[in-house]
């Protein structure tokens, strides 16, 4: 009897580990979604312990996690099977009724946007609009074009000159503002244009001209405009999943981005939404949540980036280092509340690995 009693005791034991090795892989899998991207090149995971079989069936505790490795291809992104689903998804039904615009700085407005992956997990989304020194202005991922977001362009001038494109991804709202500022200049990563030439089947994405177009080979060496070089700082981060563009606003110190660090819950992104509306919060929402919170203990957000985020971890690592570099305080995500103040700080905290040199 005491040798059954400890045999299923052992057994017990294994099947719990299996079972979080298994949620384990369940979120990594989901996290790659949420990113938009394939699975990217990994190593060993040194993470929580993986079950394997022996030859006669009997659970044997390991110490790592190997992942499959798969090429990072621009020719090969995966393309969404139906874009004009996905882009109908993006907008809700009254985009004025739940958008909260605000100035965070006076020069930086932003346009903040409920947004849930698969319609459960609350991300939310942001386009933020800077007016330049020279008084042109400058839409970063931009959100849909709404009467509102027409008055705050207005407002700030009306002087629409550059569309940025953060990443390969905060794309889908680029040819409505093209269309309605037609001497605007669009900006964008690589592969993006291709991209979107491929997407027919979504009315809201044109085949538009892109007049910058950020490239590995020669990214330090790209200039934009001299009125929009005079304001930003930017490093094309082309060992981000999502070949982020990272921009630093230099008159009032302000980090913009897209995909590089999220800030959850997003609270402001969904603070007009009346809370019969709001998506219920399920097991994997808030544990993507609780991950990507950069405030409190980083260190599975740490891992997430270096094994999910970094496809290449030496050129991620380098553009770390350029960002931080940067005297910026605050930080504008597409994705989270907005870091007001400790950015910086933030920043740092979250990195440190990258920043340390690892490979």
């Given at each position: 009897?005491?040798?059954?009693?400890?045999?299923?005791?052992?057994?017990?034991?294994?099947?719990?580990?299996?079972?979080?090795?298994?949620?384990?892989?369940?979120?990594?899998?989901?996290?790659?979604?949420?990113?938009?991207?394939?699975?990217?090149?990994?190593?060993?995971?040194?993470?929580?312990?993986?079950?394997?079989?022996?030859?006669?069936?009997?659970?044997?505790?390991?110490?790592?996690?190997?992942?499959?490795?798969?090429?990072?291809?621009?020719?090969?992104?995966?393309?969404?099977?139906?874009?004009?689903?996905?882009?109908?998804?993006?907008?809700?039904?009254?985009?004025?009724?739940?958008?909260?615009?605000?100035?965070?700085?006076?020069?930086?407005?932003?346009?903040?946007?409920?947004?849930?992956?698969?319609?459960?997990?609350?991300?939310?989304?942001?386009?933020?609009?800077?007016?330049?020194?020279?008084?042109?202005?400058?839409?970063?991922?931009?959100?849909?074009?709404?009467?509102?977001?027409?008055?705050?362009?207005?407002?700030?001038?009306?002087?629409?000159?550059y569309i940025v494109a953060l990443d390969y991804e905060h794309h889908i709202f680029i040819s409505e503002w093209k269309k309605e500022y037609p001497s605007a200049k669009i900006i964008g990563p690589e592969g993006l244009p291709e991209k979107r030439a491929k997407q027919t089947d979504d009315p809201k994405i044109n085949d538009d001209e892109f007049a910058v177009v950020f490239k590995k080979e020669n990214k330090r060496e790209i200039k934009i405009d001299p009125d929009f070089d005079a304001d930003f700082d930017y490093e094309y981060v082309d060992g981000h999943a999502n070949l982020e563009i990272v921009f630093f606003y230099k008159p009032e110190q302000v980090l913009i981005q897209a995909d590089l660090l999220f800030n959850l819950p997003p609270t402001e992104q969904y603070s007009k939404v009346p809370e019969s509306e709001l998506p219920a919060d399920g097991a994997v929402g808030k544990l993507f949540a609780c991950v990507q919170n950069p405030r409190g203990d980083t260190k599975w957000l740490q891992r997430f980036n270096w094994y999910l985020l970094a496809k290449n971890r030496e050129s991620f690592n380098d553009s770390m280092a350029q960002i931080a570099k940067w005297d910026f305080h605050t930080m504008i995500p597409c994705h989270g509340d907005v870091l007001e103040g400790d950015g910086k700080e933030v920043f740092m905290k979250v990195f440190d690995w990258h920043l340390q040199g690892h490979k």
């Open positions: 009897m005491i040798r059954l009693t400890s045999r299923i005791q052992y057994l017990n034991v294994n099947a719990s580990r299996l079972f979080q090795h298994q949620q384990q892989q369940r979120f990594f899998r989901l996290s790659r979604a949420f990113r938009h991207t394939p699975t990217h090149d990994f190593n060993v995971i040194h993470l929580q312990p993986r079950i394997a079989t022996s030859s006669i069936k009997r659970p044997k505790l390991t110490t790592s996690l190997t992942l499959p490795a798969q090429k990072h291809n621009l020719s090969t992104q995966p393309e969404t099977s139906n874009s004009a689903e996905m882009s109908s998804k993006l907008i809700p039904s009254d985009p004025d009724h739940v958008m909260v615009i605000r100035n965070v700085t006076p020069n930086i407005a932003t346009f903040s946007v409920p947004f849930s992956r698969f319609g459960k997990v609350k991300i939310g989304g942001r386009g933020t609009l800077v007016k330049l020194t020279s008084g042109g202005l400058a839409i970063f991922s931009p959100v849909a074009l709404t009467k509102a977001t027409q008055a705050k362009v207005m407002e700030m001038g009306g002087d629409v000159r």
